[in-house]
């Protein structure tokens, strides 16, 4: 039973890691490149929902809504400013620059609202209509199993954006658009399609599930801090990469496969070493498939 | 005279320049002219510079991205530290001592880099970005959770829990997440000056030589290279390890420049802080690794007039150097307003 939560918070955890894994793959499919700052905007989407709870007083739904629209803006602006006068740059360059935003969005944060870690509310909870307890969490089996209904929510959100992504990607114009650049971006622009318009929409469509992946992040790990973003952005590249990067259930699987790795090397192996065991079995799977579990191996022509 | 060629110019100038620089802070510093921050400040700029030419060498040279170049560093800092205390009774006299554990680093973060080498040079790539950055983690919770002690008897060694019982007169060296606390300052600006120089000596040389050459064509085309019957694995690996070595002997350095080291210094965005180096002082150019690296040191330090916004300032002065450098449209600009002097880069 303590294995099956285990189990559990482990997929919830992998679901964070896989949404945000997604803008990671869905950005390096298209435009090639390694957006660092992913992470610190999960970090924004996390304060802004903070502070509009916390603060303005709204609902956590507008909360939510709010957090995705300043971050999708926020993505939009971040492609249009930094990256793309350097669409013909060669990728260490725009890596470097994503690097020097995400060091920007980091201090920015601390200097608007101070390195002192917050603490994130609650919001899944149920109020008991007999008793009026507060619960955080259904229990099954006489208290073995504990199930919070962030990780519920957590789990639902992943397989609905999921679902969501993929309906979206190959039935709707905009996402066929995006299969095409991501091919072949001079292709597609002989094709009548619009790369730039679809390289602002990818920013926009992974900063808003930046958001979303920060507030659930934030409600199982409720401390809030301006680097919150960071391991975590970390670790969903990883992720990303580990489903085979710039493909859509390759970050699913990778996403939960590392937080499924990482909870149960916490429980059973070690706490300390649950990073190196995580990044070893990373190493191991791209020894044996070096383009990741999903990825596709492109050969080389000569 | 024989004409010098273009490169061992432009090698002769890096040298002269270091040298130069050395003679103009080690004057200011006896004249008093240099601030007590910046005193401070002059190994940890020695290190850092040798950490961007060992990592222009893999980056630039050799054409692989590298995320978890802290790793080398910090096996370096704390295997060179480890001998440097455990030698203090052997070796009383300070520069010996700190060349041999500056040696003990370097070796250490050799074995560390053909170890890593091994699986990490058969991937291309992002991969084999991600795979270093993966080392480079694997090696800052390994050194966190690692406690050596030292007694009558030698070294004791414990992993994950401090289990050792110390003899009569043994101490902690390495404690674990808390690193190693109340280290002698052994390092010197001179000892980081010859550092610098035998790394550019070793760069240098390597890069003007058959295997040198041999690396440079694996980077600007590995099947081409490898159609023409170069090993690509063998240069890799040397380039790899190399760079590792020298990595190591920064660590150490900046090591014992510090009183006291813990194993989360060296982690993912210190690797970044060196990569930023070299790419703002250009793939392959030794000379604007040294610059960049020590304009980059000591802007942070200059900034602190208005410390809340420095880190800021620092993010975009960042992001516009990037863009000014890169993007078509203000590079013609730039060009433009600066007109190029005919040879310029060649007389100097």
Same mark, same amino acid.
Not at chain 1, 10 to 27: F, N
Not at chain 1, 109 to 114: F, P, V
Not at chain 1, 243 to 268: D, F, M, N, Q, T
């Given at each position: 039973? =303590?294995?099956?939560?285990?189990?559990?918070?482990?997929?919830?955890?992998?679901?964070?890691?896989?949404?945000?894994?997604?803008?990671?793959?869905?950005?390096?499919?298209?435009?090639?490149?390694?957006?660092?700052?992913?992470?610190?905007?999960?970090?924004?989407?996390?304060?802004?929902?903070?502070?509009?709870?916390?603060?303005?007083?709204?609902?956590?739904?507008?909360?939510?809504?709010?957090?995705?629209?300043?971050?999708?803006?926020?993505?939009?602006?971040?492609?249009?400013?930094?990256?793309?006068?350097?669409?013909?740059?060669?990728?260490?360059?725009?890596?470097?620059?994503?690097?020097?935003?995400?060091?920007?969005?980091?201090?920015?944060?601390?200097?608007?609202?101070?390195?002192?870690?917050?603490?994130?509310?609650?919001?899944? =909870?149920?109020?008991?209509?007999?008793?009026?307890?507060?619960?955080?969490?259904?229990?099954?089996?006489?208290?073995?199993?504990?199930?919070?209904?962030?990780?519920?929510?957590?789990?639902?959100?992943?397989?609905?954006?999921?679902?969501?992504?993929?309906?979206?990607?190959?039935?709707?114009?905009?996402?066929?658009?995006?299969?095409?650049?991501?091919?072949?971006?001079?292709?597609?622009?002989?094709?009548?399609?619009?790369?730039?318009?679809?390289?602002?929409?990818?920013?926009?469509?992974?900063?808003?599930?930046?958001?979303?992946?920060?507030?659930?992040?934030?409600?199982?790990? $409720?401390?809030?801090?301006?680097?919150?973003?960071?391991?975590?952005?970390?670790?969903?590249?990883?992720?990303?990469?580990?489903?085979?990067?710039?493909?859509?259930?390759?970050?699913?699987?990778?996403?939960?496969?590392?937080?499924?790795?990482?909870?149960?090397?916490?429980?059973?192996?070690?706490?300390?070493?649950?990073?190196?065991?995580?990044?070893?079995?990373?190493?191991?799977?791209?020894?044996?498939? $070096?383009?990741?579990?999903?990825?596709?191996?492109?050969?080389?022509?000569? | 005279?024989?004409?010098?060629?273009?490169?061992?110019?432009?090698?002769?100038?890096?040298?002269?320049?270091?040298?130069?620089?050395?003679?103009?802070?080690?004057?200011?510093?006896?004249?008093?002219?240099?601030?007590?921050?910046?005193?401070?400040?002059?190994?940890?700029?020695?290190? %850092?510079?040798?950490?961007?030419?060992?990592?222009?060498?893999?980056?630039?040279?050799?054409?692989?991205?590298?995320?978890?170049?802290?790793?080398?560093?910090?096996?370096?800092?704390?295997? +060179?530290?480890?001998?440097?205390?455990?030698?203090?009774?052997?070796?009383?006299?300070?520069?010996?001592?700190?060349?041999?554990?500056?040696?003990?680093?370097?070796?250490?973060?050799?074995?560390?880099?053909?170890?890593?080498?091994?699986?990490?040079?058969?991937?291309?790539?992002?991969?084999?970005?991600?795979?270093?950055?993966?080392?480079?983690?694997?090696?800052?919770?390994?050194?966190?959770?690692?406690?050596?002690?030292?007694?009558?008897?030698?070294?004791?060694?414990?992993?994950?829990?401090?289990?050792?019982?110390?003899?009569?007169?043994?101490?902690?060296?390495?404690?674990?997440?808390?690193?190693?606390?109340?280290?002698?300052?052994?390092?010197?600006?001179?000892?980081?000056?010859?550092?610098?120089?035998?790394?550019?000596?070793?760069?240098?040389?390597?890069?003007?030589?058959?295997?040198?050459?041999?690396?440079?064509?694996?980077?600007?085309?590995?099947?081409?290279?490898?159609?023409?019957?170069?090993?690509?694995?063998?240069?890799?690996?040397?380039?790899?390890?190399?760079?590792?070595?020298?990595?190591?002997?920064?660590?150490?350095?900046?090591?014992? +420049?510090?009183?006291?080291?813990?194993?989360?210094?060296?982690?993912?965005?210190?690797?970044?802080?060196?990569?930023?180096?070299?790419?703002?002082?250009?793939?392959?150019?030794?000379?604007?690794?040294?610059?960049?690296?020590?304009?980059?040191?000591?802007?942070?330090?200059?900034?602190?007039?208005?410390?809340?916004?420095?880190?800021?300032? %620092?993010?975009?002065?960042?992001?516009?150097?990037?863009?000014?450098?890169?993007?078509?449209?203000?590079?013609?600009?730039?060009?433009?307003?600066?007109?190029?002097?005919?040879?310029?880069?060649?007389?100097?």
């Amino acid at each position: 039973m =303590t294995f099956l939560n285990h189990l559990i918070n482990g997929i919830s955890l992998g679901s964070v890691y896989a949404i945000i894994a997604l803008g990671y793959t869905m950005v390096y499919g298209i435009a090639k490149m390694l957006n660092f700052a992913h992470g610190d905007v999960i970090m924004v989407g996390a304060y802004v929902c903070f502070f509009a709870s916390s603060s303005f007083g709204l609902p956590p739904i507008l909360g939510v809504l709010l957090a995705m629209a300043v971050c999708t803006a926020l993505g939009v602006v971040i492609e249009r400013l930094a990256y793309k006068p350097l669409r013909q740059a060669t990728s260490l360059a725009v890596l470097i620059t994503a690097i020097g935003m995400s060091y920007f969005l980091q201090n920015a944060a601390q200097l608007l609202w101070t390195s002192n870690p917050k603490i994130f509310p609650t919001f899944f =909870t149920v109020t008991d209509r007999e008793t009026g307890a507060v619960k955080t969490g259904i229990s099954l089996f006489e208290g073995q199993l504990n199930l919070s209904y962030a990780s519920i929510v957590t789990i639902a959100a992943c397989i609905v954006i999921m679902i969501a992504l993929t309906l979206f990607t190959s039935k709707s114009k905009m996402g066929k658009a995006m299969r095409a650049c991501s091919e072949d971006k001079a292709a597609a622009q002989l094709m009548g399609i619009n790369v730039n318009t679809t390289i602002s929409m990818t920013f926009a469509i992974g900063s808003c599930l930046a958001a979303i992946a920060g507030v659930l992040l934030c409600s199982s790990y $409720p401390t809030l801090q301006p680097t919150t973003g960071s391991m975590p952005g970390i670790k969903a590249f990883t992720a990303a990469v580990f489903g085979g990067i710039g493909s859509i259930p390759g970050a699913l699987l990778g996403g939960i496969l590392l937080g499924v790795i990482e909870i149960l090397a916490k429980a059973y192996l070690s706490t300390q070493l649950s990073d190196a065991i995580v990044f070893a079995v990373l190493i191991v799977v791209l020894l044996v498939k $070096p383009a990741g579990l999903l990825g596709k191996l492109v050969r080389e022509k000569v | 005279m024989k004409r010098l060629s273009k490169t061992s110019r432009a090698n002769g100038l890096t040298y002269v320049m270091v040298v130069a620089a050395f003679v103009i802070l080690q004057a200011l510093s006896a004249g008093g002219g240099l601030s007590s921050t910046l005193q401070g400040q002059l190994v940890p700029i020695c290190a %850092y510079v040798v950490m961007a030419l060992s990592l222009n060498l893999t980056v630039g040279i050799l054409g692989e991205l590298s995320l978890g170049h802290a790793g080398f560093m910090s096996v370096g800092a704390f295997a +060179g530290t480890v001998a440097a205390v455990s030698l203090q009774a052997a070796l009383p006299s300070a520069p010996v001592r700190l060349l041999v554990s500056m040696i003990v680093g370097a070796g250490c973060a050799a074995v560390a880099g053909f170890l890593i080498g091994i699986p990490v040079l058969r991937l291309n790539g992002d991969y084999l970005a991600i795979v270093t950055l993966a080392f480079g983690e694997i090696i800052k919770s390994i050194v966190n959770n690692l406690y050596i002690g030292m007694d009558g008897v030698g070294l004791h060694v414990s992993f994950l829990k401090n289990t050792m019982t110390l003899g009569e007169g043994g101490r902690m060296i390495l404690n674990g997440p808390m690193g190693i606390p109340g280290i002698q300052k052994i390092s010197t600006f001179t000892a980081g000056f010859l550092l610098i120089l035998v790394a550019l000596i070793i760069i240098f040389n390597l890069v003007n030589s058959r295997a040198g050459r041999a690396i440079m064509a694996i980077r600007d085309n590995r099947i081409a290279a490898e159609s023409v019957g170069i090993g690509v694995t063998k240069y890799k690996m040397m380039a790899f390890v190399l760079s590792a070595a020298l990595a190591g002997a920064a660590g150490t350095l900046f090591a014992q +420049g510090q009183t006291a080291v813990i194993a989360t210094k060296f982690d993912f965005n210190t690797s970044i802080l060196i990569l930023v180096f070299v790419v703002l002082g250009g793939l392959g150019r030794m000379w604007g690794s040294i610059i960049a690296a020590a304009a980059l040191t000591i802007l942070p330090e200059a900034l602190r007039g208005f410390a809340t916004y420095r880190m800021l300032v %620092y993010a975009i002065v960042l992001i516009l150097v990037m863009l000014a450098t890169n993007n078509p449209m203000l590079k013609s600009f730039f060009a433009r307003i600066i007109p190029k002097r005919k040879g310029a880069s060649v007389d100097g």
